[in-house]
């Protein structure tokens, strides 16, 4: 099994403003997986981050807005770059199943956007 | 492409009731895993179980089961005698071998009346 810490936990912040969430795992991952999951709705892919290359992001997604580092097999950060209300979500990251197992989430963060 | 279509929103039925969460899938690989996880109100990601593409047995976990059909690509969800407790959104989710990103579907919001 994997143990995923997610910082922060929630945060409110300022439009226009820049947010950096931190994931660290407690064993080396090749993926890492981001995911948004906006009030009421399910989980969407943002982008997968790979340890030595860049990220690959989903469709309506893109690096301006959510750049995101993998600077080794056990951590990652996502930036959810000048935030607007719409960003406002709950945002997770993951790390994929191996045979015969789940995948893990961190506990996600809250973002609130005024 | 992958997709997750979960056509029930919103259920309600009362305690003691049994309840059948649907879940289609689309995929065009051959090796592909199928997930439930269930969101109580609390907001953390709780897996239920992880099936195969090639292994349909069907699968019981006390009020639990789970049917899979390959021949018409669903994977359905039934809670028998629901509790209150059961009250909470259920994600289906789909995860193709080639790069072991989750897509989730939209949700049931399942509802146990008292």
């Known amino acids: 099994s994997a143990v995923i810490s997610q910082k922060p936990s929630r945060d409110i912040c300022q439009r226009g403003t820049s947010l950096t969430i931190q994931c660290q795992v407690d064993s080396q991952v090749t993926m890492m997986f981001w995911y948004r999951q906006q009030p009421g709705q399910s989980l969407t892919l943002i982008a997968t981050a790979n340890q030595g290359s860049e990220a690959t992001y989903e469709s309506g997604f893109v690096i301006d807005k959510f750049p995101i580092s993998r600077p080794n097999l056990t951590f990652s950060t996502l930036t959810v770059s000048n935030m607007s209300p719409e960003d406002s979500s709950i945002y997770l990251c993951?790390?994929?199943?191996?045979?015969?197992?789940?995948?893990?989430f961190g506990q996600g963060t809250r973002l609130t956007v005024v | 492409a992958q997709k997750v279509t979960q056509a029930q929103t919103e259920i309600s039925v009362v305690e003691k009731e049994d309840v059948t969460l649907d879940c289609v899938y689309e995929t065009r690989d051959t090796t592909y895993y199928l997930f439930w996880y269930k969101q109580p109100p609390s907001g953390e990601l709780v897996f239920l179980i992880r099936?195969?593409?090639?292994?349909?047995q069907n699968e019981i976990s006390g009020r639990y089961s789970w049917n899979f059909q390959k021949s018409t690509s669903s994977f359905n969800f039934t809670i028998t005698a629901s509790q209150v407790v059961d009250s909470a959104v259920y994600f289906c989710?789909?995860?193709?071998?080639?790069?072991?990103?989750?897509?989730f579907g939209k949700g049931t919001r399942l509802h146990i009346l008292p």
């Open positions: 099936r195969n593409s090639f292994d349909e």
């Open positions: 989710a789909l995860s193709e071998a080639e790069d072991d990103k989750i897509i």
């Open positions: 993951s790390v994929p199943h191996g045979v015969g197992t789940e995948a893990f």
